[in-house]
């Protein structure tokens, strides 16, 4: 999927959401949103007092209120069917990358059946050949092989996905390039990643958020009570003897209630997520964007996040009494099986800089390797009676006996305050040596992180390096903090932790052991290349596994929660304004000397009620573009924002009607339409 | 608006701020369970006691639905024995001048006024109450419905202090405390003050004394059986009655008048309120009775800036409080100052103002500061007669009821009235920052906007509706045929609709302040009034204590940089921006139609 981003007045979106906007006049669609729901049952009510002739207005005047409630109800659906476009076009992208596909599924007695890819079930398994498309999300139980992602990412260097481990998942709709691999589907139709996604950004599955829900109740709330304030209004005119026509009731509750907000409100929502999938991530729900928002910590991988990924072997240091040359050797030998960039850097410059040539695994038939694990955190080798070990100093200390020489100590922590990693070799429970791997710092991060900070959100780096390392490396990017020596439990322990202190955690990951922290996590963003558990876990999924987006992820969530927040002020402060032109308008018939009143200096009552109303239906339409754009997110702390935004949507709430009414009142007046 | 005026308010707000930090951290003490004060040698054996009496564990704190309970329980208990004391006045002891039982409307009325510590008077009090009512029935409630009101708002407090806490507080215990070590020492003190000022306090029978200048004036005929007689075109007769004496009030009145201020009850225990001599006797009286209103609800802001260990709201909060009391009584003073033009141009010197309707000793600016702070806080006393201020001036005391009584308020429903205004203002600005709106480390979900959203509901429902109501139907509106006045208002128009909406804005907000001009002793509107009264008080107290619960269970969110402010000018700004455009702008088609149609008329040369 194209990451595309589609201009406001795309005409293939503003046209069909015509339409749309229309068809959305179904009361039955209208419910939900009690606020335009009001507003068209207003509409539906001048609409018929316009031909009773019991309204003692001119039918002109009537005409234009009743159609401008009407625009005011077409244009929040309008709003609503522009996001929903918008979104749609980006589900239309990625449902390319579902075309109709088959499957060969394994049947129990052992043979292979083809079957429409719509048709496979969870846990049924499928074999898929190089130049087939891999039918369903699933994961590799059997084999491995290369895959062309770049339907899903974008991303045309294909990559490796292989059975066990953490790059044992495969999406739907990608490519095997190579070898034949057993893949078992992990979700049903229609349940997949991208249905999930495709629902949500086209609004029709969207469930509205907890924020909406309180928002939509409250606006409701004003609704309500500006119904009792009109339909009260009316009894007090009985009483002190003015007589107000139901028509500009109903024009006066509609430009009371919150309809800016109100028609604007879903597009907003669903203009968040569509920003997301602009940045190829996925979420699993709208309230996973507004809990990108509220996160306070933001828990970073080092590796792959921070650093570029590989460290690099850059120095042997032995101890007294061995030479470079034997350190080389020790190390070389203990990294042979060591398939990360890190040992392969390691032969590398065994290699370069001692000539030691390298040796081929099949030339060493006696050899018994140790590969690398999290508990023990070494690899090495057995060969010919010697055993190599490199690793952590913590865990060689244990290896060689719980004491390491004095001068590895040194270095080891000279290595580490300097920002490197030092990797102990031992031969023979006998420390030889350390070996300098250096990281490197991914550029641009600390002005990013700067930002962050001015917003409260506090970063911490988990790594797997001793403390000083981390200490560096924390430093040189720019962190606030960091978690060194991270086994996988501690991630989700620290996240624990932090939750109980009342922080908000982000954190992104991809290997199965991620998968609690993922889940635990308020925010957790799946690398697409990740295990199928770490994405079920996660609540996001980056497409393009780049951890780094993390950060634009919590801006977009921000940006989201401010729009909303900036145009609820807008529309509320709007209110002042419209109570200037209505009122003194509805009383002038009967008391002349409320003229003082009519601050505006409008025309005459009914151009300044129309100029309300039309100012009330246009405003929406003005802020369109705001809402499916979002306001523009500044790292500031809280204070400055809200001082900020507070000036431009409440103060500027309560001067730009005034403004607006007052020229619509010149406009319609000289065009004689009032 | 001259000098004098100017310094008694710097002296009035100086004097204000000065109490402010020792009577919150007094509250401190008294609003926790296990506080110390100087008052336990005395207080504490009795407050054990009481205890024991009510079979009530003091240790143990409730739910907020036992809490809720608790609190509506003990208001209608106490609510019953009011009723049936005053149904029972004739033949309860303490009687001298041999009043008559009241009515089950006006004696509904009293009751449900006072237990919601309104204080709405549809009677006149000197010629209704025995002093056993006075005591008994009336003065309980000034105590009780004052510390309901302050337990309340300690308990939202709580809410929103506490975090994971099923808990709220036990209303028992609060409202015990709150009435032995607050309002009861206080008014000891008080009420021996005001007797020094010349307030009377005895259980003498009414003093009666001859007039120097008798006269004759008009009065309604009655016939045989007590009925007023009416001529052949229904108009009331009226007779000749030569007034040669004057009958003077007597009795217990500073031990009423302490309370009544010191816990916003406002009720008078004569017709005259706060402009009778006795009950009002000197500057210094004055002084001490408007100061004793907002000292309760200004401590209370520093009780909460303590509670939630974050002083700058708690001054913020006084702050927006602060300021629309300032603008209020500006406003109000202004435009009495300014006086009637209609009346200069009859030759009244402009300089001496509105003096219609005041008590000449209090003049314009104690007049105007004292509506405003009647009606800012839901007290309802008055020293002067609303109903003829100017109509802008006397705009301010309704807009400040209407607005809920929270600029410092009744004696907690203040606080915890303005605290609603706090969630919505953090709700709807906070978004504004980027994150879901948080108060002070708690997440302001549904359920929380769905209380707060119903306390302003309520508020808006009863005033509105009500009036509506009374504005069309035959027993609260002039007949809209022959314009002839039922037994309701005795004014139509702009002026009459004015009296109605004060009337039930006063009994909504729990203010008890009247307007006059609505002959409001009558079945319906004795019933509907009562009715409000109940609806400001207890249809607002549910949802806020479930929002006290809901706010007390929550987790509480880490602050940070990124975290709301609510402390500070800008939170204040945003505060009272959300007070008047969520609370004003409600009302602002109502007033346009009473006051502020006046207002211009009254330019042009017409008054109703």
Redesign the interface.
Known sequence: MAAKTHSIFDPTIVVPAIGEAFKKLNPLHMVGNPVMFVTEVGAAITTVLMFTGTEGAPFGFLLQVTLWLWFTVIFANFAEAMAEGRGKAQADSLRKARTQTFGQRLTPSGGLEQVPADQLRKEDVVMVKAGELIPGDGEIIEGAATVDESAITGESAPVVREAGGDRSAVTGGTRVLSDVIKIRITSNPGETFLDRMIGLVEGAKRQKT??E???T??L???T???L???????????????TFSITVLVA?LVC?IPTTIGGLLSAIGIAGIDRLVQKNVLAMSGRAV?AA??V?VLLLDKTGTITLGNRQATAFVPVPGVTEQELAEAAQLSSLADETPEGRSIVVLAKQKYGIRGRELHDMPNATFVPFSAQTRMSGVDYNGQSYRKGAAGAIRDWVGGRLPKEIEEEVESISSNGGTPLVVAMKEKALGVIYLKDIVKGGLSERFERF??????TVMITGDNALTAAAIAKEAGLDDFLAQAKPEDKLALIRKEQE????VAMTGDGTNDAPALAQADVGVAMNTGTQAAKEAGNMVDLDSNPTKLLEVVEI???L??T???L??FS??N??AK?FAI?PAM?LGT?P??A??NVMRLQSPTSAILSAVIFNALVIIALIPLALRGVK?RPL???R???R??LI??LGGILVPFIGIKMIDMIITAVHLA | MNANGWIQLALYVGVLLLITKPLGLYLLRVLDARGKTFLDPIMRPIERLTYKLLCVDPEKEHDWKRYTAAMLIFGFVTMLFTYAILRLQDILPLNPQKMAALSEHLSFNTAASFTTNTNWQSYVGESTMSYFSQMVGLASHNFLSAAVGISIAAALVRGIARHTSKTIGNFWVDLTRVTYYLLLPICVIYAVVLVSQGMIQNFKPYDTVSLTEPFTTQVPKVDDKGNPAVDAQGKPVMEDKKIDSQTIVQGPMASQIAIKMLGTNGGGYTNANAAHPYENPTPLSNFLQILSIFAIPSALTYYLGRMVKNQGHGWAVWSAMFVVFLTGVLVSWHYEAAGNPIMHQLGVDPASGNMEGKEVRFGIFNSALFATITTDASCGAVNSMHDSFTPLGGLVPLLNMELGEIIFGGVGAGLYGMLIFVVLAVFIAGLMVGRTPEFLGKKIEPYDIKMAALVILVLGFSILGFSAWACLSKWGAPDPVTQQLTDGTNNNGPHGFTEILYAYSSCTGNNGSAFGGIGANTPWYNATLGLATLFGRFAMIVPILALAGSLARKKRVASSAGTFPVSGPLFTTLLVGTVLLVGALTFFPALSLGPIIEHFMMHSGKLF
């Open positions: 907890p924020n829900i309180a928002l109740i409250l409701s709330a004003l309500i009570i500006f009792i304030v009109l339909i009260s209004l009316k009894a007090y005119g009985i009483y002190v003897g003015v006066l009371l507004e928002g509220d306070d900070r001015a917003i409260g959100i506090r202190a009342g922080h908000l969530g921000k940006q929660l401010i909303r927040g900036a609820t002020t509320i402060a209110d002042v109570y009122i009383l008391f000397l409320i003082p009143l997110f702390g809280a204070a924002i809200l001082r935004n507070l949507y409440g």
